[in-house]
């Protein structure tokens, strides 16, 4: 049999139409080099990554979410009319705001103290 | 009796040191035998190593006989079925040849079994979305080139898949596959004459 000595090892005369397919099958070459990676870990990881956007995606729903209306009675349409307009909401101080003032207060006590031990010694 | 084997052992390295191909084909194949070893006892890094080695030569192996997507699934059963019975390989040396004739049964026996489509599905597959970088037509003569490929015999359509997919010389696919390098030529030559034909007859052609 004539042996093509370019088909068996790239050596003599180029063949243009061995030349020609290799080119043509380039792309599935470059896909069998890179399909190394486990098909099932990447599976995996696309099952993952699509369990995490749902979770994401609850989480976010769940805090905007408005409140049970068993939990927090809605008031009644005759309250809210009955509520004038224009009165600002005063709201009474937290505790961590009351321990802010009281700390305050305290401390203000002890400088005017300093003072007029200062101004006795003078 | 020391002094001849340290004499032996310094002829050996000025041997190595005087033929340095021949020393890097020796630690090849060393390094390769320590791998198998390795991964038949359980070394899984030992094992991706020469998985990474052979990967690409077995899906194109497993691409002569089924479509792109079927090929890599059948590739996962190859790795995993290797994996399995790595500790039957007796000869570290003839690894190649071995995985190559596990993906050439799992893709037969998934032939046999119909449990892949049959290749020229793969064209009017709508679950096949063409790659977006390559013109269709150039897809689809890809394509039309590895259906005729499939429909050759099946000796020559795995050598000339290595051939011209794979671009791997004669010697090259003789080694990997583990048949003569007489067998490979003829089947590459037989091969090539009976591609040419059928690729003519569907007008495909540079």
Known sequence: MKINSYLWNRSGRPDPMIDWLVTQLREKRSDCQQSVRPLRSRQLWGIATLAALLLLFVGLNRGNVEPNSAASPKPSPSKVLAQPLDEPTVEAPSAGQEALTTIHESLQRMRERTLQSEAVSH | ?206
């Open chain 2, 1 to 206: 009796m020391a002094t001849q084997a340290i004499r032996l052992e310094e002829s050996q390295s000025w041997f190595q040191i005087t033929k340095p191909w021949t020393w890097t084909k020796e630690s090849e194949k060393a390094r390769r035998r320590r791998l198998v070893a390795a991964a038949q006892h359980g070394d899984r890094d030992a094992f991706s190593e020469l998985w990474l080695e052979h990967a690409p030569q077995l899906r194109a192996i497993l691409l002569s006989m089924v479509t792109d997507q079927d090929a890599e699934d059948l590739l996962q059963d190859v790795a995993l079925q290797s994996w399995k019975s790595l500790a039957s390989l007796n000869h570290p040396d003839r690894l190649s040849p071995w995985l190559c004739t596990i993906a050439r049964n799992l893709g037969r026996d998934a032939l046999a079994t119909q449990r892949f489509r049959p290749s020229s599905e793969a064209l009017i597959d709508p679950l096949v979305e063409p790659r977006s970088e390559v013109s269709p037509a150039a897809q689809t003569e890809a394509d039309e080139i590895m259906s005729s490929m499939r429909e050759l015999p099946e000796a020559y359509r795995e050598v000339l898949t290595l051939r011209l997919l794979m671009d791997l010389t004669g010697p090259e696919i003789a080694k990997l596959t583990g048949h003569s390098s007489g067998s490979v030529r003829v089947n590459l030559c037989r091969g090539m004459k009976l591609l040419r034909e059928r690729l003519e007859m569907k007008g495909v052609s540079p």
